[in-house]
């Protein structure tokens, strides 16, 4: 069984249990669309292992059992090796809406500000994140008509983008992107422009790109050209890793020239600037990758 997600963002949960980061939530949701957790509460997601990834509004996921409130869900397009149909974990059944979509081949039109409202035949509105996908349905002369797990709604074309539209440079383009974020809070397994972690950082800047490199840093790695530092480009990914480099890969950050990244760099920070040469990360760059 496939659904969609129906809120603007949801976490994808270790376990199937309330806890008080999550009954928060659930009473933000009463006022919001798109929840940007307090930053006691994104120390708690970290400190506590309580969440794994993201998901944005209309995601697709397979249900694979429900037990109570809660789904069992696996995210095809967040790649992982954890399950080979994709990243695994729970959700509460609420946060999700009937689909008879099996898969997301058609074409999208990808959100590329931070955050826009979508507006319902109804006249209600929606606040949805950057990354957010919608399929078209017709065109109007400022905005889009969009198919959303609520009906069909309007965007407006100046925040969209077609996911797969050619780029002259997607790395550039990843890159003007990413710059809009700076001094965005951190949050642990965060995909959505209410905070990112740092892997969900390049994870959904690509995505809207329409390249899927993988959820988490370890496998993003893998990914992608090879190339040496020294031929970095704007938009290429660096990876860290403990041990000078040696050990297991436990960050990425997006290049932006002259030897500086921009990255979501750990919880209780948030999106800054890093020059490379004599920062902590200089000695644990290892692996630069190309998406193209």
């Not at 957010?132 to 002369?141: C, G, M, N, R, V």
């Not at 997607?170 to 990112?196: H, K, N, R």
């Not at 988490?216 to 090879?226: I, M």
Request: glycine share 8%; aromatic share 10%.
């Amino acid at each position: 069984m496939n659904k969609l997600v129906g809120r603007s963002n949801a976490f994808l949960w270790r376990k199937n249990e309330m806890n008080p980061v999550l009954a928060n939530i659930i009473k933000a949701r009463q006022t919001s669309d798109l929840i940007q957790v307090t930053k006691e509460d994104a120390m708690k997601l970290y400190d506590d292992s309580l969440v794994d990834s993201d998901l944005l509004y209309n995601d697709l996921v397979i249900v694979d059992k429900i037990e109570g409130d809660w789904a069992k869900v696996i995210v095809p397009s967040q790649h992982s090796f954890l399950d080979k149909r994709g990243y695994p974990g729970w959700m509460l059944l609420e946060d999700l809406a009937d689909t008879d979509k099996t898969t997301e081949q058609d074409e999208k039109l990808a959100v590329v500000v931070p955050k826009t409202k979508i507006t319902y035949e109804n006249g209600a509105t929606r606040e949805v994140s950057f990354g957010t996908l919608f399929s078209k349905i017709a065109e109007e002369e400022n905005s889009y008509k969009v198919e959303t797990p609520h009906g069909q709604a309007t965007i407006s074309r100046a925040h969209v983008a077609l996911q797969n539209e050619p780029r002259a440079n997607i790395g550039v383009d990843v890159v003007q992107m990413a710059l809009q974020f700076l001094d965005l809070p951190y949050v642990w397994a965060g995909i959505s422009s209410a905070g990112f972690d740092c892997s969900g950082f390049a994870f959904t800047l690509y995505r809207t790109c329409g390249k899927y490199i993988g959820r988490d840093a370890t496998e993003q790695s893998f990914a992608g050209e090879k190339i040496a530092y020294a031929d970095a480009e704007p938009g290429d990914l660096l990876f860290f890793a403990y041990e000078e480099g040696k050990g297991e890969v436990h960050h990425v950050g997006v290049y932006i020239g002259n030897d500086e990244m921009v990255h979501s760099q750990t919880p209780g920070s948030k999106v800054i600037l890093t020059k490379i040469t004599g920062s902590k990360y200089e000695p644990e760059l290892c692996v630069t990758s190309r998406h193209r």
